[in-house]
């Protein structure tokens, strides 16, 4: 990199194996008071600010997690009682930033701050000259790169991804693109808010105002179509780069031309949905990643169970990517989620726990498949830096052997997730709800009388008592026992 200092992002490729259309390779990422991240890796990611249903305790304890991804948009909601942001309240604590205070993150845990969640929801009114539409939990938002770098400035993250314009969640990415004219104003809009926040970065008397290092977003379009942003990225802003955050990792093999780049770490925010799809990217050269998949698989109720290298083939066919632990199948089971593991979960407890704990829809359940699920691919990563550092390496070989190995695809989980949090917004006309409704009408027929049943459930008063046209009867302040007898306020055992 052309910046050294120790107060900036440092990453050295160790290693390059040069692959069929890519070059994997093996760095070292390090951060300031940060533990070192040995790449190819992952980063978990958050919902508001947290990795869901694992404490900032079991972290630290449990796991060996590098890196969270937050975004902005969680924090930022604006409301009649707060116009502040409780973030921007926080002061630094122990020396810690305030996305770290803020969010209880371990200190040695590195922090990514984007704009918009990973995948993010699709915003009805699309993206400004200015701004960029975020949506947050009192609903959609602009932000402006201004405000956007104001909040960088306050929060300080390890790494930011300064604002990119995106129309459409990452899912839709190779399936529908913008027309050729909007991807065109997507690339100078992107190009301009970088340059504009190189600027506000670097303030006039040449004292960095963040030390956030700037992953420039590479967008999901066509290479031609933004040709010339990244030769301006590698020509004019190279030197203000820490990293690349790439958003369609099929770009990669048309970026060999632009070779000041080349010694930046790669960040895929592509849309990453099963483990074959990581090993694809890093033989195009990707050195870290956002991975959905994992809360996906753990709030499905699916236990992870691959492995890289993968184990000997049987002839039973293709081995699961993952076990759904919803299955009757382990109710009596004392068997590990995985054969072998040595996370937390599978030395301390066994599959038929596990499944009482999902049917009783304890909270513990989906944190031990978490603490599971994070050591699975914690696992997986360690194992393909094993084979990209061996002499002579086996990546190739070994990837072969995964796809031939596994399945392509996670199974799917047949109980009910847990309450979703942070978006409860549907991005599809018709889309149906995660989970079916607790509570539904008895008659099933949608006739049942409202005002009744609230009463019956002593919600509601209903009838003359309130409209006001009747009048309570209450006994009199004489009245014996004969008298309330009489009245039908009481009985007399006789």
């Not at 048309?254 to 930046?264: A, D, G, R």
């Not at 992870?304 to 382990?330: C, E, K, R, V, Y």
């Not at 004489?478 to 039908?488: E, I, T, V």
Request: glycine share 8%.
């Amino acid at each position: 990199m052309a910046e050294s200092s120790p107060e900036h992002v440092m990453f050295d490729v160790l290693k390059s194996i040069t692959t069929e259309g890519g070059e994997a390779r093996v760095g070292r990422l390090a951060l300031p008071k940060r533990k070192t991240i040995e790449t190819p890796n992952f980063f978990g990611l958050t919902s508001r600010g947290a990795i869901p249903h694992m404490t900032p305790d079991v972290i630290a304890k449990h796991t060996e997690l590098n890196g969270s991804y937050m975004a902005l948009e969680d924090f930022v909601e604006k409301s009649q009682k707060r116009v502040v942001p409780a973030i921007y309240n926080i002061p630094e604590l122990d020396g810690k930033d305030t996305l770290h205070a803020y969010t209880a993150t371990p200190t040695p845990v590195a922090t990514l701050l984007g704009a918009r969640r990973h995948p993010a929801v699709i915003a009805p009114m699309g993206n400004g000259k200015d701004y960029i539409s975020i949506y947050t939990s009192t609903g959609f938002q602009q932000l402006k790169n201004k405000d956007y770098f104001r909040a960088i400035e306050r929060l300080q993250p390890d790494i930011v991804i300064p604002l990119a314009d995106l129309t459409f969640g990452n899912s839709h990415i190779r399936e529908k693109l913008p027309h050729p004219k909007r991807q065109t104003r997507m690339t100078g809009r992107t190009e301009d808010w970088l340059a504009e926040f190189i600027k506000l970065k670097n303030a006039e008397d040449g004292v960095e105002k963040t030390k956030s290092g700037i992953f420039a977003p590479l967008l999901p379009v066509s290479y031609p179509m933004q040709w010339e942003y990244i030769t301006r990225l590698s020509q004019d802003h190279v030197e203000h780069l820490s990293g690349l955050a790439v958003y369609d990792a099929d770009i990669f093999p048309e970026l060999t031309e632009h070779s000041s780049l080349n010694s930046l770490p790669r960040l895929s925010m592509d849309f990453i949905t099963s483990p074959q799809e990581i090993l694809r990217q890093i033989r195009l050269g990707l050195d870290i990643f956002t991975v959905p998949f994992v809360n996906t698989a753990s709030d499905a109720g699916i236990a992870l169970t691959f492995a890289f290298p993968s184990p000997p083939s049987s002839d039973s066919g293709l081995n699961p990517l993952g076990i759904d632990m919803w299955s009757q199948d382990h109710q009596i089971s004392l068997r590990p989620l995985a054969e072998g593991c040595e996370c937390y979960a599978c030395t301390k407890h066994h599959r038929a726990y596990l499944q009482h704990l999902l049917n009783a829809k304890e909270m513990l359940g989906w944190t031990l498949l978490q603490i599971h699920n994070h050591h699975v691919l914690d696992s997986f990563f360690k194992g393909i830096r094993n084979t990209l550092t061996s002499e002579p390496s086996t990546f190739d070989r070994d990837r072969e052997d995964f796809y031939r190995s596994y399945e392509s695809e996670l199974p799917k989980g047949t109980g009910e997730r847990p309450r979703a949090r942070g978006y409860h917004f549907k991005t599809e006309a018709g889309q149906s709800k995660i989970n079916p409704p607790a509570w539904e009408n008895w008659s099933g027929g949608g006739t049942e009388d409202k005002a009744l049943a609230g009463e019956m459930a002593g919600l509601a008063v209903t009838g003359a008592t309130a409209e006001g046209k009747e009048t309570p009867v209450v006994p009199d302040s004489n009245a014996d026992a004969k008298d309330l007898d009489k009245k039908g306020f009481a009985e007399i055992d006789r």
